[in-house]
Every structure is written in C-alpha cells, then in structure tokens.
T-cell receptor, first 116, second 118 residues
Framework: AQSVTQLDSQVPVFEEAPVELRCNYSSSVSVYLFWYVQYPNQGLQLLLKYLSGSTLVKGINGFEAEFNKSQTSFHLRKPSVHISDTAEYFCAVCEGSGGSNYKLTFGKGTLLTVNP | GAVVSQHPSRVICKSGTSVKIECRSLDFQATTMFWYRQFPKQSLMLMATSNEGSKATYEQGVEKDKFLINHASLTLSTLTVTSAHPEDSSFYIC??????????????FGPGTRLTVL
C-alpha cells in the first residue's frame, strides 16, 4: 500500500524568503505525484504534478518540485514566497495506470504561513 | 476549463435527518468521481469512488448504507448522508477525474461542502 509523509506540519517563513516543503512516499510500484494547495474553506487546487519524464517539475505560482526516485521524495520549493502563499499544502501519490484505479493518497498537509 | 462545483457549500441540519450533496463537472464529462472527507486540520480521506452507471466502491471502514452515492450521469454525482449525527460533521470534497482533452490523470476538485449536524 502506498503512503505519503509530510515531515513538517507547519512551516513559518518570512515574505520573500525561500521555502521547501518536504514530502516522502512509499510505494512498491511506479507512482504519479502531486502537490495541491488548499485555502481556508476551499477545495484543492493543483500546483504541479509528476507523471513521467523530467524529474524537475514546474507548476503554478512559481512553485517547483523535484522527483527523486532513490530517496522516494517529491519536495516542493519556491525561491521567494508571498503573503498570498499562506495556505495548506498537500502532497499526494497515485498508484496504478489510471481510470477508476486512479486513487490519490494524501499526506497530512503542511501549513505554510508567510509573515511580513 | 475543468471546473467542478458542489452544492450546497454549507449545510446545517438536525441529528437524524438526511443531507444530499451534489457534485457536478461543469465543462467536461467525468465517468469517475471521488468523494473525500476532511476533518479540521487534517488530510483528505477517500470515502468512495463513484463510477457512472454502476455502484460506488467504498473504502474500508466507510458505511455504504450511511453514505449513499449515486452517479447517474457523466456530469453529476451525489452523496447522501443518511440519518446524520454530530460525528458526521465534516468538510466533504468531491473530485472528478479527467480522462481526455489534456486533463489526463488529473482529478479536479470541487470547493467542498461544510456539513454541521446539530
């Protein structure tokens, strides 16, 4: 069974500082990897995804993530954060080839708080 | 494109009543939709997978008789919480799986429904 570990439940950071949100996964098969952002009382918005190909994935809002198969990690990074980046961030993994087997397993989330 | 809506966004009901939540894919067809439950400050837990025209597949520990799922069309899935109790209070989020038109392998999430059972 697959699982996702987000090592930090909360990450406080100052505006314009770089940030890294960590995500590790466990799976016995190939996976697809995702990062989602959730603002208060809202659904999830996809930041970026890794399906195959280049291990460095660029997403929206200046975020990027790097898939490291040997370390089973998919850490999210942004070189300079804004106040508006304050939100909950979820890492998710999917096993399978798609279709109705396409089930996501989420990490527990990391609350990113950007302070002025 | 790829917008998913949920209705209602917020509902308060008395214990013992049933509540229906709708999930619609507005600009694409979704043969598969998912229902998640999220407790405060926690992650999303998959409750069930809803396939158009067939019975939903429930995750272990989810009562299928309590959480009724119907996926009658390619754009609509409904979750009915029957005989709701205070412990059912939660944030319910649906997603729709895009399988074509550049949406491959991506779930699009609705804005969620906040259920409060008194």
């Amino acid at each position: 069974a697959q699982s996702v570990t987000q090592l930090d439940s909360q990450v406080p950071v100052f505006e314009e500082a770089p940030v890294e949100l960590r995500c590790n996964y466990s799976s016995s098969v190939s996976v697809y990897l995702f990062w989602y952002v959730q603002y208060p009382n809202q659904g999830l918005q996809l930041l970026l995804k890794y399906l195959s190909g280049s291990t460095l994935v660029k997403g929206i809002n200046g975020f990027e993530a790097e898939f490291n198969k040997s370390q089973t990690s998919f850490h999210l990074r942004k070189p300079s954060v804004h106040i508006s980046d304050t939100a909950e961030y979820f890492c998710a993994v999917c096993e399978g080839s798609g279709g109705s087997n396409y089930k996501l397993t989420f990490g527990k989330g990391t609350l990113l708080t950007v302070n002025p | 494109g790829a917008v998913v809506s949920q209705h209602p966004s917020r509902v308060i009901c008395k214990s013992g009543t049933s509540v229906k939540i709708e999930c619609r894919s507005l600009d694409f067809q979704a043969t598969t939709m998912f229902w998640y439950r999220q407790f405060p400050k926690q992650s999303l837990m998959l409750m069930a997978t809803s396939n158009e025209g067939s019975k939903a597949t429930y995750e272990q520990g989810v009562e299928k008789d309590k959480f009724l799922i119907n996926h009658a069309s390619l754009t609509l899935s409904t979750l009915t919480v029957t005989s709701a109790h205070p412990e059912d209070s939660s944030f319910y989020i649906c997603s729709a799986l895009g399988l074509a038109g550049g949406f491959d392998n991506e779930q699009f999430f609705g804005p969620g429904t906040r259920l409060t059972v008194l």
